[in-house]
């Protein structure tokens, strides 16, 4: 992998780029609260910095971090001031991590948006 900016994600956005989205009915959910969801993969290093800020007037943001197993690395509810969430996580191991835009109240709808970064560590 080389030392640029690297992202791929499920939904199509762009390396470093601001995704416009909503969270659905149609969406899946998620098995613990049954809440609307919408999922990214981040490609990353190992010691590379994963950014999310999810932000929403529709719904209080909530964000999850993934690690490559699938096993739960991080997750954020408010860090970005108010309704809004951010992660900024410094990842242990190289490898494909999801992050998941959801809201802190179950089967909650409305739009977002969502600034996700993946960069290499110092």
């Not at 809440?35 to 964000?63: M, N, Q």
């Not at 490559?68 to 860090?79: H, I, S, T």
């Not at 969430?85 to 991590?97: I, K, S």
Request: hydrophobic share 40%; charged share 25%.
């Amino acid at each position: 992998m080389d030392r640029t900016l690297a992202l791929l994600l499920i939904a199509g956005c762009s390396a470093g780029a601001t995704h416009r989205g909503a969270l659905e009915e149609s969406d899946p959910v998620l098995r613990v609260d049954g809440s609307y969801y919408d999922a990214f993969e981040v490609e990353a290093g190992p010691g590379w910095t994963i950014r999310a800020t999810l932000e929403s007037e529709a719904f209080d943001a909530y964000l999850l971090l993934l690690d490559p197993e699938g096993a739960l690395l991080a997750e954020d509810d408010g860090g970005a001031g108010g309704h809004d969430a951010r992660l900024d996580v410094t990842v242990p191991v190289g490898g494909r991590y999801r992050v998941v835009a959801t809201s802190f109240h179950g089967r909650t709808t409305g739009a977002y948006v969502l600034r996700l970064e993946a960069r290499p560590g110092d």
